[in-house]
Structure formats: C-alpha cells, structure tokens
C-alpha cells in the first residue's frame, strides 16, 4: 500500500512538471491536456485520476511551485525581532528563488505573462491576491517594527514603504521574465537588493535607518 501511495505521489508530480513547463511555454490556453499528458509520458487517465479538469491542475501546478514564497514568507517573520536583518532576508531570497528555482521561475512566467484571466480563474486570483496581501502584511510589520517615531512628512509610512518594496519586487520580476536579455538578473541582483533595501529605510524613521547603517 505504502509503494503505491508513492507511486501514486510520483505520477502526481511528472502531471505537475510537465504542465508547469508547458504552462509556462505555451500559456494556459494554448496548452492541453493531450500535450501535458504526452509530455509526461502519460495517457490522461491518470491525469484525470489526480485532478477534475485543467482549472484544478493550474491551481495545483501553481500551488506546488509557489510553496517557496510561503516559505520565504515564514522564514521572515521568524526574523521579526531583527527588522533589517529580515528584509534584507526577504530581497535577498526572492532574487535567489528567481535564479535557482526554476518551477518558482515559472510559475511568475505563467501568472504573469501566460495567463488568460477569466472566470475560471477565480479561485487561483483569490490565492494569489492573499499571497500578496500576506507579503505586504510581512514588509509593512517589519518597516514599522523597526521604527521608533510615528511617520512625519519627511518620513513615509509603513505602509507606502511596503508597498514600494513590493511592487518594485514585482516590476523587476515582470520585466526580466519578459525580456532577459535585457539584463542579467544575476549581475545586477547586488545592486538591485542594496538599493531596494536602501530605498525603504532611507525614508524611514532613525531606528532602520541606523540598523542600516550600522550593517553596511
């Protein structure tokens, strides 16, 4: 029973590995359940064994390849008491799940510029809009907890600290999956992470801007 639990799990995941290249290579539309199951070596039995439709193994396939947000997430907030230490924490691995974790990779190649977004999409927005809201949450809380005044008109809030971070996170990761050529995200990755972590303390109250300071 045990052995074919794992069978079962192993077939699972080629479905899932090679809808994500195809999904991230086609887009979503223009990718079958006929190609997905040739690609891995399937009939489309089994597809149909793990997942009801191509809705439910989309949401799967970016569930599994997203699994290291969460985790980066996680990892973050267990850094809590050291703001700038977990910010720098936060950058520094978002660019390295870029450059190392191809299904990560992907899966931002397939929401972002592979995909449709129609009704039946619903579901998988509603997960990836709390994924964001989450994210924000987690900069916002670290910007503020590193502060030690309210924010002045010389001093953004939290909040719109946070949402710079994120969405030049995002605008980056947009533009270098759509064109790659126009940089190396590898070389540019010191620069751009100092400069982003530069960017939301240097209009931040003195204690995050000391913190950085300090760690430079």
Request: proline residues 4%; aromatic residues 8%.
């Amino acid at each position: 029973m045990r052995r074919t639990k794992e069978d079962a799990e192993q077939t699972r995941l080629k479905i899932i590995a090679a809808a994500l290249e195809l999904f991230s290579r086609n887009g979503y539309t223009n990718t079958t359940l006929a190609m997905i199951a040739d690609s891995a070596g399937f009939s489309r039995g089994p597809i149909y064994w793990h997942f009801k439709s191509k809705d439910e193994l989309y949401e799967a396939v970016l569930a599994y390849s997203q699994a290291p947000l969460e985790q980066l997430i996680a990892r973050s907030r267990k850094l809590a008491d050291e703001p700038l230490v977990a910010l720098e924490h936060f950058i520094d691995d978002w660019f390295r799940l870029l450059l190392e974790d191809r299904w990560y990779r992907q899966s931002f190649e397939i929401l972002l510029n592979k995909t449709e977004l129609t009704a039946q999409m619903a579901s998988t927005l509603k997960r990836e809009r709390k994924l964001t809201r989450d994210m924000v949450q987690l900069l916002e809380a670290l910007i503020e907890r590193g502060q030690q005044a309210p924010a002045t008109d010389d001093c953004q809030s939290p909040r719109a600290l946070a949402l710079l971070l994120y969405s030049s996170l995002m605008g980056i990761t947009h533009t270098w999956l759509l064109s790659p050529k126009l940089f190396s995200l590898r070389e540019q990755t010191p620069f751009m992470a100092s400069n982003l972590l530069a960017l939301v303390t240097s209009h931040a109250p003195s204690s995050v801007t000391s913190q950085a300071s300090e760690g430079a």
